[in-house]
């Protein structure tokens, strides 16, 4: 199948700027997967021969970006070679494109697994090795905005260019469809000489993936090389019968390692898909395909309990009003989406420092509903303020809220950017988590955990979420966060192995576990529309309980 063009570009790889100071020679801070972008600290962090690997650092090339002019793909460009060594073996990386902070290359296929070390040269100055792994595969899928998670980057075979996965280009149940990744494995012959097309899983020296459509494994038809490009794989599989949704998890399974979590769209006829959560209808999911920004509006009720190592207990309650002009790509399997696809799970590593977190921030462009919203409830009514960055909150700590069972109102009388709007929400009676005491604060990673939970009114949907930092310092989180889903009246939910082996084992920092199991049920309550200046508008009430210091092994 051919490639699409933003991919035999290599548009995914999103080129970084350069350092204000630059170094007086190359440095060298990561090597990652270049689909998945899992940090070396993670599970699934390793690199495989064959695959396309993206480098970071300074001074690692030119200021303007210098691309390779096709095969073959040379060993030095613009003055910076990369040079592999693992034991006694050495090579140089045929080389994608170099830049001053980032560059691209294509690990060769005849690296062996093991420790090694990746070192550049820029202009005869040599930078300090880079530690690094090397295992037979870890794949990674590609994802729209090159987050490595998200949307993915799956094709459909159906016209010329292929149809690319979107929410109004859903894939259909039956129908053949191919993602695309990196990190499958090695190929006979070299990689700089041209694409080295032919299968590699289930080859007799590597036994096939699974992919996993909504948790779930499916029917695979290729598991290879692209025709198109060095070091680009692509997997084909049939799309399942009963999983539809605008943002269902696929993931890979290789070698006893899962892949990073990208989301596909799938309806079960036509090509627009259902939000399984209710909010989007089918009119607006495709009047949203054809903008850039979704305006959107957010009404959070939310109660939780958090239960810490030393046997404090603290409960809180918020409200949360905000009104946001932000990327439509956000609204479906971001960091901004809470995933609805229910009996399967989403994975998603974190490697944060604070300037990347003040960026995902600035992605939403924060709207001014007035300066001032009316809060009514069973205790009275209270005002909600305007914040700083233009935010409509409350909470139990500061006394200014105490969200006891009942209905609420809300009371918008417009501002600059947003109209006049009223919506009306309900908190409900808790959900109670019922064997947090049994599974205690040691999860072992290889082994299913079962999360029960039990409530008077059981609606909605429950989301078992776990956290395990590997690193935390004060400028800088690394770590896996999974959120599993199921419907609420199921009343458990089983995390399946692959999924809790995708965490890191959980460091300690002041003799405090970093990792977090938390259970959380949420509720669509009600949706508003603003006279003006908002797309759509919903409520939701979430309540929860989090168990902290909690140790993943």
Known sequence: MKAPPFLVAFALIVLSSAAAQTPASPQLGAAVNAASYAAAELPYGELAPGALVVLFGECLGPDETAHSQGFPLPETLAGTSVEV???????????????AAQAAIVLPSRTPPGSGELTVTVEGERSEPLPV?????????????SSGQGVGVFTHASGDPPLVNGLVASANPGEVWTLWGTGLGAAAGDDASGPLPGVLAGAEQLPEVEVLVGGEPVETTYQGRSG??????????????????????????ADGV??????????????TCVDQDGIFSTDLLERVDHSSLFRLGSIYLSRSVTNFENGTRVESDNLNIQFSAQPVSSLFGSVYYRPTFFGACYVQQFRLTRDMIDRFRDERVQLDAG???????????????????LQYGLNSRNGEIQLAEGDYSFQGFGGPDVGAFSAT????????????????????????????WEADELEGLVTVSGRSHSQRTIDLWVGTLFQCLAPADAGSFTVPTEVLSSLPETVVVFDEP????????DRLVGTFQPESGVDLGFVQYSQGEQQQGVSFR
């Not at 060594?85 to 140089?92: D, L, M, P």
């Not at 794949?139 to 729209?144: A, V, Y």
């Not at 899962?258 to 090509?271: F, P």
């Not at 970093?514 to 049920?521: D, F």
């Open 514 to 521: 970093r990792g977090s199991l938390s259970v959380t049920v």
């Open 85 to 99: 060594a693992v034991g006694e073996f050495t090579a140089q990386a045929p080389l994608i494109y170099v830049a």
């Open 258 to 271: 899962l892949s990073n979590t990208v989301t596909m769209s799938i309806a079960l006829s036509g090509r």
């Open 425 to 452: 929400g309900r908190v409900y009676p808790p959900v109670r988590w019922t064997n947090r005491e049994a599974i205690g604060r040691v999860v072992d990673r290889s082994r299913p955990l079962e999360v029960t």
């Open 228 to 253: 198109c490009c060095a070091g680009l794989d692509q997997i084909s599989f049939t799309v399942p019968v009963g999983a539809a949704g605008c943002a269902v998890p696929v993931q890979v399974f």
């Open 133 to 145: 792994e090397i295992a037979p595969r870890r794949f990674g899928i590609f994802s729209l905005d």
């Open 371 to 389: 300066p001032s919203i009316a809060v009514t409830g069973p205790g009275g009514s209270v005002d909600a303020p305007i914040g700083s960055s």
